[in-house]
């Protein structure tokens, strides 16, 4: 078991940012992902559609042997994460609350800000994590919805960036937050301009602090692979004309092992 691979998915291919993290944590590991491509994005669909696409998918990983399954989609995990655990013998971890413990560890006084796609802030499934934790400080959510095109274009350094970044995060810098979460799997490769504008604060990348407590829970588990090559397996539903180049940008090196799938329905979620 302990030489079976790790099992990752989004509902796009922003999720590889947390595989390049969990690798970076656990070279060793060799890492199975699913990016369901042709249903993105999730975020848009009812309750119901997210936890069984998300059973599909952690079903097709649990086929392939994977021996962990981590959620880098944020709305399977603020929906689906318990009804996964309860259903899979694997165990599961999602992207909102490590990143959550982490930003109550680092944050002495002062204010939490959040920032995320436009339909992950307004859900309040970031607000609903700290107070399950007992978040004694204010917490801010900021919508930054063209973050995400901005990346998958590769603007990471253009001026128009930078002001339409000057507009997304100056209400929070003048709010004087002391810790700053990144809650979108994009947004790791806006850091740069984000601290630039944000200054001497903390910041949280949520994809960072997964691969932390993966590494933790397999510690615990005794579930490490410590002679695995780290091999890394991509499957996608759907290939759009950009999607190589767009995957290797969060992924941090060139896509190799990948392939197009089609996934097993369910029956119903519940």
Known sequence: MNKNPIGIFDSGIGGLTVVKAVKKILPNEDIIYLGDTARLPYGTKSTDAIIQFSIEDTQFLVDRGAKYIVIACYSSASVALDIIRKKFSVPV?????????????????GKIGVIGTSLTIFSGAYERAFKELGAQFEILGKACPLFVPLVEEGWFDHNATKLIAQDYLQPLKKDNVHTLLLGCTHYPLMMKIIREIMGDINYVDASTEVG?????????LDMKNPSGAGDIGIYLTDLSMNFKEIGERFLGEPMKNFSRVSLKSTESAR
Not at 93 to 109: D, S, W
């Open 212 to 220: 932390v407590e993966l590494a933790q829970s397999l510690d615990k």
């Open 93 to 109: 971890i999602g992207v909102i609350e490590p990143g959550v413990r982490r930003a109550l560890q680092l944050t002495k006084a």
